[in-house]
Structures are given as structure tokens and as C-alpha cells.
């Protein structure tokens, strides 16, 4: 299968172009850091393509594709893992900031659905996958920006799943709770996944074409049932950390 991953230079991405080239697919990378992406092909070899650049900038994801089509790698599957979490408004509201945070995360990932739905819809197949976050849920003191982009990002995809999946393409979202990678800052628990968990999990998503996963199990549920106000749950939430 041809995979294509954003944000694969490290984190996630990076540890799921790792686990699908050990399972035999082709993956093509994007991120920004082109040395990073050139050091994981070094690490990867021919399985392993890849694209420097801004998701955010409409060109930018064009001229993937375009380079998709030279070397005849016709994505299968979609997988949004770029993401951004910039403090925007400790010590106060930073606008740029906030812009900046919903360009990548949402516009960012809305660019790719507008470059490859055509050629989905042309081949009447695919996949697209979103990674969410369960700050989609409830709100956060490290920034605005964040929790709203993945918020929209999930109600755009849930909501694009019900229009295409009658035409076989599917569009999945993942909600994460907390995970141990340095955006979150986070140890590895029991409430808190680690990057290999989340890849694992995308791949089954791969598979089963689920419209929606969240992972790890119990943060996720806590935030998903949760009535505390929120300086209660985010007073909860720190314990995790």
C-alpha cells in the first residue's frame, strides 16, 4: 500500500513510517525539516519518499502531488499527523500566534483534503485519517489555538466521512489524549500512550477504515464524560503530566 504521512520528520509520524515500512508499504513524508526527513530516508531507504515543505501554503501541497506524479506513487492512504501547539495566550493573546496554529493544523490538513479528494473520487477510493486531540473537548491553559484547530479538524472530517464514505472514501478521525512526546511533556502511563501505541493504533485504523478512534482508553474517556467545569478538569489533567 502507498501511505502518505505529514509532520513524519518526528513524533508520530515518524514512528509510523518506521512500523509501515517494516510492513512492507511505501511511505511518502512530508514535513519542513528537510535534513530530518533526509536522514530518515537514509535510515529507511527506497520505501521511504519524501517532500520538504509547508503544508500550510496551498502551492506547497500542490506541488506534492506533483511530485507524487513523477514518481508514479499514487497515495492510498492519507495520514494527517502535522501538528502544532504554540502558546498563544500566556502572557496574553497573541493573534499571529493563534493564526499561525490554526493554518498548520487546520487549513494544513484541509489543503491536502483539496489537492487529493479529486483523484480519490476519480479512482472511487481512499483514505483519508485526522489526529485530533481530546483538547477538542475541553479547553486548555497552554494555548487556544490548539484545542479549537482540532476541534474544527474533527467536526470538518466527521462530517466529510458522512458525504464520501457512500463513495468509498473514508475519512477518520483520531482523538489522542495525552501522549508521551514532547508536546505533551508527558510520562507514559497508564492514561498516557506512547508514539509506538499510536502508531499501532493508526495502522488498525488502516485496516478496519473505523470513522472514529480515541486512544489511550481512559483519558480519553474521562474527558468524553466528564461534567467538571473546566478549572476542575484542567486541575485533573495536570496529575497526568
Not at 519518499?49 to 506541488?63: G, H, R
Request: charged share 25%; glycine share 6%; aromatic share 12%.
Amino acid at each position: 500500500m502507498k501511505i502518505c504521512i505529514t509532520g513524519a520528520s518526528s513524533g508520530i509520524g515518524q514512528e509510523l513510517a518506521k512500523q509501515l515500512i517494516k510492513d512492507r508499504h511505501s511511505v511518502w513524508g512530508v514535513a519542513r525539516r528537510e535534513n530530518l526527513l533526509n536522514d530518515l530516508k537514509k535510515e529507511l531507504g527506497d520505501s521511504f519518499f519524501y517532500t520538504a515543505c509547508d503544508i500550510s501554503i496551498p502551492n506547497e501541497v500542490l506541488k506534492i502531488s506533483q511530485d507524487m506524479e513523477k514518481k508514479a506513487f499514487s497515495p492510498e492512504v492519507i495520514i494527517l499527523a502535522a501538528g502544532a501547539f504554540l502558546n498563544d495566550i500566556n502572557p496574553k493573546l497573541d493573534y499571529g500566534i493563534f493564526k499561525k496554529t490554526m493554518d498548520i493544523n487546520l487549513y494544513g490538513a484541509m489543503n491536502f483534503v483539496n489537492v487529493f479528494l479529486p483523484k480519490f473520487i476519480k479512482k472511487n477510493s481512499g483514505q483519508f485519517i485526522a489526529i485530533s486531540s481530546i483538547t477538542a473537548l475541553k479547553p486548555s491553559l497552554r494555548g487556544i489555538g490548539y484545542p479549537a484547530s482540532k476541534a474544527a479538524l474533527g467536526i470538518a472530517f466527521r462530517g466529510l466521512d458522512l458525504a464520501y464514505r457512500k463513495k468509498n472514501i473514508v475519512f477518520s478521525t483520531i482523538y489522542l489524549g495525552p501522549v508521551a512526546t514532547e508536546m505533551w511533556n508527558a510520562k507514559k502511563s497508564f492514561v498516557v500512550a506512547d508514539k509506538e501505541q499510536i502508531a499501532s493504533a493508526i495502522k488498525k485504523i488502516i485496516k478496519t477504515r473505523r470513522p472514529i478512534y480515541y486512544i489511550p482508553f481512559w483519558s480519553t474517556l474521562i474527558a468524553r464524560l466528564s461534567f467538571l467545569p473546566d478549572r476542575w478538569y484542567i486541575a485533573l489533567t495536570e496529575l497526568f503530566r
